[in-house]
């Protein structure tokens, strides 16, 4: 059922509250042994969801929420050892949100440790499997939420996106999702990688999924002073929408297939009633080595506060700076350890100019080129990810072939402004190929607009992944 249906059938009492929260953590159950996509799973979430107030708009609504999220009463590990064990003494506004709208947090789900990676194989408590083909990763870095959401083992799931976490998890995993512009949802209680590039979103089936959930998430929080209250414009009509196509993600090495499902997306958007203009976006090829700059910086900075003082859990040391040491040197993931040194180096003095402020500036022209870009266009559609999702282990040791992964999604992540994931078609194995639309800031309204009009003529969002 989509999410409009189940909440008209939990108002007339048609479905229980306490039966569809039993029924996900049932489905939890059954699927999760070969799924692996939850790291905590609160087994008390039918007795809360039988107590909430039937009259709140989210009526007892189960969802998950991606690890990296504090949810007090749940652990969060951030998908790294150095916070096993760690219990928030509080909740991220985002989830507050939406559990004072009713909604039931079921559980938390994987991700790579602090959110870096493509894949979930950066998480230290094991990989996710792709409902799609257990051989394969669900994406990343929320690959718990969006496998979660593609099994149905849940209705809809929080995850972030940095640099692609949410829009690369769903097309790997043909589902949707939403990547707000910065500052529109509060990162307060979300535990910071790169904070000039954090938002938190939503993953569902639909647009028509997205949206509830969306609105009651955004808003400003005195708690986050990058939030902005901004007033909800309801979607308008695609007819006469004028969509941008960046000849710079049509590049040689993309997967044929992935290229030819988001053309034909295209040509059904233009069927719907779009004007299709041909966009150029020049500055594209740095988006991926700025944001491996930045975002290894602001991960170094942000990174120091796990020291085993403030946190559990902490090895023991003879001096304070042993502690540090092996606490950091013992807990800390291959990947974290290797962007805090590359953000360090980053920021130390005599390379700051060359490579932390040099990378500044090119991320202002990035951020310019979309300005540009919507002066011309409404919204602009391109393909997720280069490739459909790919085996386990397949970019083993390499992590410059993990990046290469983001090439399409970082630059929006950079200038700040929304990006949709939409489920567009399948590659010839069977598995599932994404499409995302990006706008101003500001503008999700409008790509929830186009999408809802792209998932009404077709129907990639309703295909569900084969059970053994
Ligand atoms: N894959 C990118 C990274 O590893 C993006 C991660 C994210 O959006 N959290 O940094």
Known sequence: MSIPTLLKELQDGKTSSRALTETCLARVEALDSSLHAFLHVDKFAPERASQVDASLPLRALPIAVKDILMVEGMPATCGSKILEGFMPPFTATAVKKLQDAGAIVIGKTNTDEFAMGSSTENSAYGVTHNPWNLDRVPGGSSGGSAAAVAAGMIPAALGTDTGGSIRQPASFCGISGIKPTYGRVSRYGLAAYGSSLDSVGVLARSVADLVPLFEIMSGKDPLDATSVETEYIPPRQIRGTRIGIPAEYFIKGIQAEVARAVQEAIETLKKLGAEIIPINLPHTEYALPVYYILAPAEASANLARYDGIRYTPREDGKTLQEV???????????????????????????????????????RTLIRQDFDEAFKKVDAIAAPIAPTTAFEIGSHGDDPLAMYLEDIFTLPANLAGIPGLALPVGFDGDKMPIGMQLMGAPFSEALLFGIGNAYQKATDWHEMKPKEK
């Open 324 to 362: 540090y040491r092996q606490t950091r040197g013992k807990r800390f993931g291959e990947e974290v350890k290797r962007r805090i040194m590359l953000g360090t180096y980053a920021l130390s003095a005599g390379y700051y100019d060359a490579y932390y402020g040099q990378a500044q500036k090119v």
